[in-house]
């Protein structure tokens, strides 16, 4: 387990809908936070990497004015993009820099603003992150691309649409306690009940998901300062290490993928190649977030990070292991589907949330003495797969 | 005919593969297979990923396969609109063979494990595409 490269600053905004300000602003805010996390000057950052989803707000190339912006010019900057999971793939991508000897310290900076555009265009951007070439021409989107997954995997695992709502209302129990979360309504059984003429996450959105199965869109940015071991000790009493990083990618076209209803694969490869660098199992994990864009992603999420044996993710959420004080705690800050999901600033949000539970830091959401965090973060349709695990001091 | 007439709306202008829109016109719906190898694409690809080779014959699909699991989509994205809802789907012929597109509007019922195929189809504006229908 080699303390190489630690994380010393985080930093993320409100996650908001219709923020009032440019991505520029926006970025600010969680820069400002980190920074002065890590008590750090402009002149103290080597470099920066810039990540979001592409045609949500109309600036080309985003790296060199948010660097501007941000005051890191003449630093080298450039923007990375794996849609959802674009922030933890800068990460990764920060830490490499790192370990290679380039630079000392590397500022990975999320954003996403997604109310520039209706919720009908953000969907046929989505749609457009899976094969434009035969696909999209179908009219496809996210929630009915992970609605296959969710209907084929229900129909061979028992698993339960009241199971999906369980998932729905733990989110929701954390994003009333996590005060940067854009949605911070508590949400009942009674709130899927389609007898109940008020039941507001009912609504049939991509069958067999529901309003309540999806994640909230929002704006809101994140950031991630990472030094080498010489810096992490002058500027950070507590830093956080990064252990272990796997990633992996899937097949795109939906004709292509192996057997639906054993859930998303790609989880699984980069779990496997991240615990085997941190030297840990999954029964080691204290705290995680995992990508829950949808009820049913975070359900395959468990299994493909080894909490549950494959088709039994069912058990955790009915015996309630994913709550706080459970077995293995999971996306206690309220998760994609209450926190919101500012695409290219949600992996950087996550790493957050698990630095500052190993930091002691989370407030309400502190799980009890945690030594080993892991973040799960998926682009795409399972397509990028990244995870990450963290340990602290 | 150029690739723009694929589906209800294209985002692809050209490909190697565009004879894929032709073949629809004449009632077939088929995939490539490799002239070297043998391997077998669908969606079609104009080169093969496993020996390298550009050369690709046309098959076509098998006339049954099974429906391996659809969703329902009551919203849309934009340029779509209109049409919703409409159900997605993938079609699994075996063989490692497997196709996505819509069940057919009258698709009633659908039920993963039924047996199903898949069948040109024309719009009113000339896009053309292919539907999965009860085999």
New interface residues.
Partial sequence: MAKDVAVIGVGQTYFVRGYEGSIRELAFEAFREAMKDANLTTKDVDASIFCSAPEYDKQRSPAGVLAEYLGLVPQPTFYVETVCSSSTVGVKIGYSMIKAGLHDIVVVLGFQKMSEI?S??S??R???GG???????????M??YY??????YL?KNGLTLDDLRDVRVKAATYGQINERAVYRKGVTPADFDLNNPDAKMA???????RVGDCCANADGASCIILANAEKAKIFQKKPVWVLGIGAASEVV?????PD??KGIQVAKAAAGVAYKMAGIGPKDVSVAEVHDCFTIAEIMAYEGLGFAPEGDGKQLIREKATYKEGRIPVNVDGGLLSKGHPIGATGGSQIRTIVLQLRDEAGPMQVKDPQIGLNHNIGGVGLYGNVTIFGRD | MGFDKFGRKSFTSFTKTGKFVDLLAEGKVEGSICKQCGAKYFPPRADCAKCFSNEMDWFELPKKGTLETFTTAMYAPFGFEADAPYTMAVIDFGDGVKAFARLSKDFADPKIGVAVAVQPLKYDDGQITFEIVKA
């Fill in positions: 209706t009908a265009e969907q046929e989505m749609g457009r094969d434009i070439q035969w696909e999209a021409p179908f009219g496809t989107m929630p009915a609605a296959l997954y969710a209907q084929a129909a609504g049939p959105v991509a069958s067999p998901l076209n939906m004709a292509s993928r639906f209803s």
